[in-house]
């Protein structure tokens, strides 16, 4: 997928074999040529579902696996609404069978990917990892919530465990090579592959989801952060995976930006006009939050070093030499 795909690029990069596993539901195999093609290294690459016991058996028999970034899941807020049976069996069983077959291959090290939708929007803006959890608007938040309370109970029940949850805020942007990016099905829900569906004219106009919030500029702020930055994250908690224990990291930029104020960056980086027009809020959006991650600072040695005006250009660069995506 989208992340998963930089995540490769990040670890191939430092030296790391890697070994994937996806279904494709949610991404295309192409990407995994581009990560070889970017890098000049070769990935191991098994098609199959999270809750497909014989590939675990198969996957982990013949490779000797240190650790396990879990990236699988569905994550679309909208669909979540309509289908929430659907994202509890693929999101929450198959995670459940995931652990069971990892531990039962010996492999007690876990990276999961978490989702700043775990917070209590309604309590606070600036969130550190000790802000209120719960109170998710969708069951895709649930799920992760659910994941997280999981993992801190098996954690409980066996410390030899090493578990990172990484809680990311916007992940935007692309590798700086254009090669690989953001590949939403269908229209996008989120905000940045609209933006470039726009710019490349795939889309008419990009419809803001209100703008009289109780923000400067009426319209909701978030913490953009280049997936680039949230890649060197994972790479960093690999690291932290030679503790056992269990640990929780935001991973942002900690810089607040309003949907107006990336759609002018965006304009601004690539020197080009984007028609939007506003219209009715979006039901679940919350104003206003964005990341503390100086905890992540402190104990991964990690902090965000692009800018808003890096993830606009990268993007951009990504859909203008891939108007189709990987199609
Ligand atoms: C950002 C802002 C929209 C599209 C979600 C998930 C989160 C993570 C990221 C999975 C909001 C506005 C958007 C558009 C708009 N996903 N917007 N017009 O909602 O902050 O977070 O995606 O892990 O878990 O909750 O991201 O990009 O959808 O929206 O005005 O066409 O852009 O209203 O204010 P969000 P987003």
Redesign the pocket.
Known sequence: GYIGSHICVELLGQGYDVTVMDNLANSNEKALRRVEEITGKKLRFYEADIRDRSAYDEIFSQNEIYGVIHMA?L???GESVRKPLAYFDNNVSGTIVLLEKMKEHHIKRIIF?S???VYDLTQGECLTEKSPIGNST?P??RT?LVIEQMLADLYHSDARWSIVMLR?????GAHVSGRIGEDPNGE?????P??TQVAVGKREK?????NDYDTPDG????DYIHVMDLAGGHSKAVRKLEEQGLFIYNLGTGQPQS?LA?VHAFEKANGLKINYAI?P??A???PKYYANADKAKTELNWEAERGIEDMCRDSWNWQKNNPEGYR
């Open positions: 899941g994550k679309a807020v990917s989702s700043a939708t969708s895709y938040g992760k990311y805020f916007n992940p935007i996008p829900n989120n905000l940045m609209y933006i990009l419809n803001i989801f209100g319209t909701c702020i978030r949907v990336v219209a809020r979006r679940g959006d919350a």
